[in-house]
């Protein structure tokens, strides 16, 4: 209801235009939703979906999705497992990693009742063995942003909560996407593409847009990183404190800055790979959905342990709980308060 409500408010709010030359696809959706992917740079859909709506850009109280948020089923079946898509960046890549509304994208995800988020990004290599094309699970995050993102729904005077973040991704999910290793190639390449995972692999976030120095990227090596993007956080955070299973899919795309041999990353470069890599992230999510859509996996049912932390995760006393803050939060747990 909540979510029909949204829509109709913001179709109201922009121009007939907008509305009717988006697509003949309906602008609201009354199903179940059950996946929420977003989608990062050179990934702006995804062509194993078959879209079934298209929501105009959903308003919640942290602000406005930065895409609409196409409503979709598996490409060949008419299952009723439902997928939900957001393009990070925006449909034309309008918000830089700073600017991207990513307390509105998740809010409005588990607002549509998402029982998980599959997130896409391009990513840079921080170590020889991870080659451009390869895909990465990470388990960890080094946080390198400059603390000029919203990267709670719980930092207001009068809603005071920590939740754990030790391990930021679903391991459960992770585990459920490598079965499906083998779905990823290479064929302009003798080269094969791997899919990486283990629990160490680690991202490291920074803020941008403008790529490493050199000594960044070594001192990243030094600390443990892997990989490097511009999104992880507060991406990951955030769906921490929805309860939501979140797993960032993270495609290669460049050895960034710290081989002195080779020149530093640039957009050039990163472009080059994103051709191979759409590929494999649509092979890849078909693989995932298809099955999900088979049998919703036991850690969907159960938000891998999360269900219900938000309400222990709470440190302030309920007389003193802001009211206002309490309404906004309505929309991401009806129940709860
Ligand atoms: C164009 S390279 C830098 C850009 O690419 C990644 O975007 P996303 O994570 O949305 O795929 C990275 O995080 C930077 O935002
Ligand atoms: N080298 C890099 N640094 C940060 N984000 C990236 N996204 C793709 N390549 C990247």
Redo the contacts with the bound molecule.
Sequence with gaps: MNRIKNTLAVAKKLKLSQVMTNSELPSIFEGTVDLGIIG????YKLDCLKPIALLPPMVTPWGTTSSPVTISQFVGTNSHFHVAFIA??GVNHEY??TK?PFRANMAALKNLNCKAVLS????GSLQSHIKPRDFVLPQQIIDRTKGIRHSSYFNDEGLVGHVGFGQPFSQEFAEYIYQFKDSITNPESEEPCHLHYDKDLTVVCME??Q?STRAESKMYRMFGGHII????IPEAKLARECELPYQMIC?S?DYDAWRDEAEPVT?ET??GNLTNNGRNANHLASKIIASMAKEIPEFMHTGDGLHGSIKKSISTKPDAMSKETLEKLKYLFPGYW
Excluded: E, K, Q
């Excluded at 993007?229 to 992880?232: A, E, F, G, R």
């Design positions: 990062g740079t050179g990934l990070r960046h830089p990693p991207v896409f990004s391009a990513v941008g847009p790529f993007n511009m999104s992880v495609m795309t957009v990163v472009i």
